[in-house]
């Protein structure tokens, strides 16, 4: 197995190393221009300064006599006369709480900073700073402080006196050591401090009980502290890209843990999770794991996404069908020659990888027909036996003898779970208690639904995530749009040619999986869901793409268009810099050629942005 080398986990150059012969550096006199009366009257009035992107070379001298009671002596004392606006006398003058000075030039900050005593953000990313000024941990009211892309080498040692601080940027900074005093900065909610150059974490990382995302991706650390798992309010941890063999043994301790990103690692062992039962997301690929414990897979109830790629598995455990609400698995570029048939009857998995194996019973054309066929031959495969072992009968049972709802659960963790009761009705009083119980999940996939319950409005109020997937379902009704609170919407596997156009109002909709359906087009109704983070239309048959209308979605990162009837791939595809994931095969199209697709997103990208006509 290939592995990346460690040369590629140098951080990145900041862009501003090397400047243009014919970049002009701003003299002290030119920087001043941009504090003109007009701006340091409106500065008094909201308390905020933004001087992004001005090409600053200086910090302006202006902004630390601003507020100085000299520029201020046309104090009206002939009253009834002239007298000036009520905002524009200077004892109403807000303190300065917002500084932005991001995106300029500036090598240093001057220790007059101090002076403003009552600033709670300052972001001074994107700039060309190697250090911080002492009196700069005077600032004790700093909420939020962002050092981005700079080339920062070591921080105060008395950073500990922002003890207000919340929100803590130091990625794309030369940083190799933190202070001792760094880990009493107990106030901290988000620390990102990737793309450095650390070898180590102070020991005592675990007094920062309070953060909930820690970004430690792209250094050289070659182990994590055991006090690690401390952090119990940790929601997100990112240790992508570092040297890493173990994680600790007791990362089950992280309770509230939904994603682990520890991905392009040495690490040989998938560590215990028990107590992790908030895990959704989990990535390993690129490490040198040789097994997944079975007991893995009895501690994860939520888990959504498990990323093993690249690693060295020769065998699958046959309770992975334990993860019931598995979506997308990545077993690619391992050593495994078999795959466990019971993997098929995983009710939600819309994604499953596992070309790059030495595989003896599956044909490479099915491989690589996409994961649907791939489920669907598994599932033939399947003796009576094992569908019975994981089943328990389920899929055969009438609805009559189905017990629902499962009241215990819908209390205790608002779900409402009828997955494979092969229902074709739901009475009404299912989702009356599922109201009482403040239901936000509901799963009906793998059913006879003939058409969406309406009863499910009952449930408007807190319905986040909504599973219909695998029914018979032919259209959906405009009333949908009043689950405005929805997050996650599956409706794969049916026979849907359309959306109605009232559902451009679910802003909130984060997931919208749609493959395997009728559609000729992208709804219109897309277009209008700002929030849209992931869009999977694969499998239907779409004939173009509707560039104009996806470049709506700024927050779009997974497109999956694959398997379709696309003829043409537009170039403005590749000005959608925000997209990780772009899936193309499977279409009509001659170019990009079936080579370029393989090398990934970034690629195809690149490649259409070079045929946009100039």
């Keep these: ?13 900041n862009k501003r190393n090397t400047i243009s012969p014919i ?17 340091i009257k409106i500065v008094k009035k909201t308390g905020v300064l933004n001087l992004h992107g001005k090409h600053l070379s200086h910090v302006p001298g202006k902004i630390f006599t601003m507020y100085d009671s000299s520029d201020s002596r046309e104090v009206n004392l002939d009253f009834g006369r002239g007298c000036k606006e009520e905002n524009d006398l200077w004892w109403n003058s807000k303190p300065l709480t917002n500084l932005d ?26 700039n060309c700073l190697t250090s911080l000024p002492a009196e700069i941990t005077t600032l004790t009211k700093l909420t939020k402080l962002s050092l981005n892309r700079n080339k920062i080498n070591q921080l105060p040692k008395d950073i500990d006196k922002l003890f207000e601080l919340r929100v ?20 901290l909610e988000k620390l990102d401090l990737s793309h450095n150059a650390l070898e180590s974490l102070p020991s005592g990382i675990g007094f920062l009980v309070r953060l909930n995302e820690f970004d430690t991706s792209y250094n050289r650390l070659v182990e994590v502290p055991p006090d690690i798992v401390n952090l119990r309010s940790l929601t997100k941890l990112d240790l992508n890209h570092n040297s890493i063999k ?13 994603i682990l990103y520890a991905q392009h690692n040495d690490i040989e062992e998938i560590p215990d999770f028990t107590g ?51 979506n997308k698995l990545d077993l690619t570029n391992n050593d495994l020659t078999k795959i466990p048939a019971t993997l098929s009857l995983l009710p939600h998995l819309q994604s499953l990888k596992i070309e790059g194996n030495k595989l003896k019973h599956i044909r490479p054309d099915i491989v690589h027909t996409g994961t649907q066929r791939l489920l669907q031959f598994l599932r033939e495969t399947l003796s009576d036996d094992e569908l019975a072992a994981v089943t328990c009968g389920a ?43 403040h239901v936000s999940v509901v799963d009906l996939c793998k059913n006879k639904l003939p058409q969406l319950p309406l009863s499910l409005l009952l449930l408007a109020d807190y319905l986040t995530e909504l599973n219909l997937s695998t029914n018979q379902l032919n259209e959906i009704p405009a009333e949908i749009a009043n689950l405005s609170k929805l997050k996650f ?44 983070e992931i869009l999977m239309l694969n499998d239907n048959k779409l004939d173009k793409i509707n560039v104009e209308g996806l470049q709506k979605l700024n927050r779009l990162a997974t497109l999956s268009l694959s398997n379709n009837n696309i003829s043409v791939v537009p170039p403005e595809l590749g000005n959608m810099n925000h997209l990780r994931n772009l899936e193309l095969k499977g279409n009509f199209f001659r170019q990009p050629r079936y080579a370029i697709l393989e090398q990934g997103t970034e690629s195809v990208l690149s490649y259409l942005r070079d045929k946009i006509p100039r």
């Design 1 to 13: 197995m290939l592995k990346k080398s460690k040369e590629s986990q140098i951080p990145i150059k």
């Design 23 to 39: 970049f002009h550096m701003q003299t002290e006199g030119e920087n001043e221009k941009y504090l003109s009366k007009e701006i």
């Design 101 to 126: 000075l991001s995106s300029n030039v500036l090598t240093e900050i001057p220790g007059q900073i101090g002076i403003f005593q009552d600033l709670t953000v300052l972001n001074l990313q994107d």
């Design 168 to 187: 803590l940027s130091l990625s794309h900074n030369s940083i190799s050591m933190l202070p001792n005093s760094f880990v009493d900065l107990v106030m």
């Design 246 to 258: 173990k994680l600790p043994e007791s990362l089950g301790e992280l309770r509230r843990l939904q």
């Design 276 to 326: 992790c039962e908030c895990i959704q997301e989990i990535y390993f690929g690129n490490n040198y794991i040789k097994e997944v414990p079975p007991d893995m897979c009895d501690n994860m109830p939520h888990l959504k996404v498990l990323d093993l790629r690249d690693n060295k598995i020769d065998e699958l455990p046959k309770e992975l069908t334990k993860l019931m609400h598995l």
């Design 395 to 437: 899929v055969n049972s009438p609805a009559e003898a189905c017990v629902f709802p499962d009241r215990y659960r819908m209390r205790n963790g608002n779900i409402l779970n009828l997955a494979m009761k092969n229902l074709s009705v739901i009475p009404d009083h299912v989702f009356m208690e599922a109201k009482e119980a």
């Design 489 to 532: 919407l599956d409706l794969s596997n049916n026979k849907i040619e359309d959306l109605p156009r009232d559902m451009d109002s679910m802003k909130n909709i984060r997931e919208l999986v749609l493959f395997n359906n009728r559609f000729k087009k992208i709804p219109d109704c897309i277009f209008g869901m700002v929030g849209l």
